[in-house]
């Protein structure tokens, strides 16, 4: 606990973990929940290079929660108290509650993806190309195999795809198969196309118009060239903001118990990621 700016001793201190951390957009976004929800709260970046220290830290100075990002979503787990059930599969924590000195580790990403395909025409019976074998990739899978529909995992280095695949008990292809492959929705969780080498695509125009809907978890830029050929071809275009938006809202929810303020962290997000590319 700290003292606010108004002098109270109760604010409540939260933060992000990653390396780097710099640009993260996450601050920004709790800040505005928090304020909006009437929360006495802090949210801060942390550029973290001791892990362990780091969380010694948090039990000490009784920060509230965490947010977790590149490089320790994975290595994290080793080093809390507890972990939910979603995070364990996917292999990943985004999100940390400390709850008395006990570290909780929750993961909200595939919740944000779940919540975003779902504002796309939803999951169920539908089949999902999957770009990438990464975290992301496994929130994907995991997530769209919850909610009843069928992934495909299609990675650049086919091995990881194959072990994803066979430890989520679904699909996979080679790579080269995502010009030709069947599926309603494809799902790019490379980080092909993110700023700053925004003319990088995962996958050439001429191949996306097979899918009904077509889904970047890149949020920088908005609009990627993905997305941009996607939506020349026909296709749905669905961008990483939604994705983001509703994994941090998810955290608010954890930490707080409270209705999280969807709208609003979505409008400050995307007002800042707008100016950005202006
Ligand atoms: P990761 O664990 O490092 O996995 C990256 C995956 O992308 C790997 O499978 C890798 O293939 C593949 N890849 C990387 N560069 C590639 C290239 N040039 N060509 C083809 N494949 C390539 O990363 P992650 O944590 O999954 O994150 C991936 C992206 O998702 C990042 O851009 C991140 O910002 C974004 N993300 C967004 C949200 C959101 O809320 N919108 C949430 C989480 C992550 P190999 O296996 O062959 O190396």
Redesign the pocket.
């Known amino acids: 606990m700290g003292k606010s700016k108004e002098g109270n001793d109760n604010v409540e201190l939260y933060g992000i973990f990653g390396n780097p951390v710099g640009h993260s957009l996450s601050p920004l976004m709790h800040n505005a929940a928090f304020r909006s929800l009437r929360v006495d709260a802090v949210y801060l970046p942390f550029h973290i290079e001791d892990l362990e220290g780091a969380l010694r830290g948090v039990r000490a100075l009784g920060i509230r929660g965490v947010s977790v990002t590149?490089p320790f979503?994975t290595s994290v787990l080793a080093c809390l108290d507890e972990v939910e059930e979603s995070a364990r599969a996917i292999g990943?924590v985004?999100t940390i509650a400390n709850d008395g000195g006990t570290l909780r580790g929750y993961n909200t990403?595939w919740m944000?993806?779940i919540r975003s395909l779902g504002e796309a025409g939803g999951i169920r019976g539908r089949t999902f190309a999957i770009?990438?074998?990464?975290?992301?990739?496994?929130?994907a899978v995991y997530g769209i195999l919850q909610e009843g529909g069928t992934p495909v995992v299609l990675?650049?280095?086919a091995p990881?795809?194959e072990a994803l695949a066979r430890e989520f008990g679904c699909a996979f292809l080679p790579?080269a198969d995502a010009g030709t492959m069947e599926a309603d929705v494809l799902i790019n969780?490379?980080?092909?196309g993110?700023w700053p080498d925004v003319e990088?695509t995962?996958l050439p125009g001429e191949a996306l118009a097979r899918f009904r809907c077509v889904m970047d978890?890149?949020?920088n830029p908005l609009r990627t060239r993905l997305l941009r050929e996607a939506a020349a071809a026909g296709c749905e275009a669905v961008n990483?903001?939604g994705?983001?938006v509703h994994?941090g809202a998810e955290q608010i929810r954890i930490w707080t118990g409270r209705e999280p303020p969807v709208a609003l962290m979505r409008q400050v997000v995307q007002r800042q990621l707008e100016e950005e590319t202006v």
């Open positions: 590149i979503k990943a985004n990403d944000g993806l770009l990438g074998a990464g975290g992301a990739a496994r929130a990675n650049r280095t990881k795809a790579a969780t490379t980080p092909v993110m990088g995962p978890v890149v949020y990483g903001l994705m983001f994994q």
